[in-house]
């Protein structure tokens, strides 16, 4: 910058102010420090500006698996609000593993992030909290943390969650209506927040229509086609009684579908499927997948929105935005 302004004869705050896009800068001083500036091939250091803003521009964004459509759809919306506000993304996947997601939540800390999008933490309330009081700002996806640390940082902003109970009440009197009693539910991840708070919808739903479900109707399993499959074969043969299947995602009910396929077991003749999420996937199996839709871009857009009007020094008072599902009736469970 100092060779810049000695060649274009002006100060050092002018270079400044016209590689920020500042006014009070005549348009033929703007354009010959410009014109300097292309010159010279110079580019402003990022290193040397974030020590002089105690701003890096940069956001983390943890997730638990990249290859699921759900955060896709999710990233695509931090990343194009992020990008249009001048921020950067650390896209970071956590591979559903709580020891890396530990790592890389040290490495992003490690990399002076302005703020962090925490999607799905499988970590425990008191380390996660330990962890996030070293961050500026957090905000927590499908995920609400029970404690404080006003002894320490306080670097929570706020929570965007799905409302994952009406979700599950959602599925579970569908299936109910159309007069399944016998029940079971491919609960996902055991550490999983939505996993539990699914889970509570799926037996509060069965005990208001009377129904006392068989504790080995449920089964957790990975968040993956493979999980449900694997978990699918194992209700089948273990509790035949069986004629519907609440899933934790539409990733497990695909799986859920092909365990049914190999096992004699039409759907939905014989047995009903629900799915949740309703990535493009479910509308393209076959049978199409009744399913729970969640508004996925907008979780993103709602997260980073408000991440950086905290770091605009704008911040709200810190709370939870709960999203609401709806669902999707399809072939699966028409």
């Known amino acids: 910058m100092s ?20 006014e009070d800068v005549s348009v033929e001083t703007r354009l010959r420090v410009l014109e300097i500036i292309k010159s010279m091939d110079y580019r402003p250091s990022a290193i040397a500006r974030s020590l002089a803003t105690q701003q890096t521009r940069t956001i983390g964004l943890l997730i638990p698996d990249i290859s699921n459509p759900f955060f896709a759809d999710v990233t695509l919306g931090i990343e194009h609000l992020a990008y249009a506000q001048g921020y950067h993304v650390f896209l970071c996947n956590t591979d559903e593993d709580p020891e890396r997601e530990l790592m890389l939540l040290q490495s992003l800390e490690e990399k002076q992030i302005d703020g962090l999008i925490l999607c799905s933490s ?6 996660l909290l330990d962890l996030l009081a070293h961050l ?3 905000v927590l996806m499908h995920r609400t943390i029970n404690g404080s640390n006003n002894d320490r940082k306080n670097s929570l902003v706020q929570s965007v969650l799905i409302d994952d109970q009406t979700g599950s009440r959602l599925a579970i009197q569908h299936l109910i209506q159309r007069g399944h009693h016998q029940i079971g ?8 927040y939505s996993s539990v708070s699914r889970k509570k919808g799926y037996y509060s739903s069965l005990e208001s229509a009377g129904i006392s ?3 080995g109707w449920v089964v957790n399993c990975p968040p993956y086609v493979h999980g449900g499959y694997q978990a699918a074969l194992h ?3 273990e509790h035949p009684e069986l004629t519907a299947f609440f899933c934790f995602n539409d990733l497990v009910a695909v799986g859920a579908l092909q365990a049914c396929r ?4 039409g759907v939905p003749d014989d047995l009903n499927v629900v799915g949740f999420d309703d990535i493009p996937l479910a509308d393209l199996v076959s049978p199409t997948l009744t399913t729970c839709r969640v508004p996925r871009q907008k979780l993103g857009t ?13 911040p709200g008072e810190s709370q939870q935005i709960v999203m609401q599902p709806e669902l999707i009736i399809r072939q699966s469970a028409p």
């Open 185 to 192: 539910f491919l609960a996902g991840p055991a550490l999983s």
């Open 136 to 138: 500026p700002a957090t």
């Open 235 to 237: 209700l089948l043969t």
């Open 262 to 265: 190999e096992s004699g077991r």
């Open 213 to 215: 479900p068989d504790s």
């Open 122 to 127: 499988r970590l425990a309330d008191n380390l």
């Open 3 to 22: 060779d810049v302004a000695r060649k274009a004869g002006v100060s050092l705050m002018t270079v400044s102010r016209v590689i920020n896009d500042k």
């Open 302 to 314: 709602l997260a980073v929105s408000a991440l950086i009007e905290h770091l605009k020094d704008r």
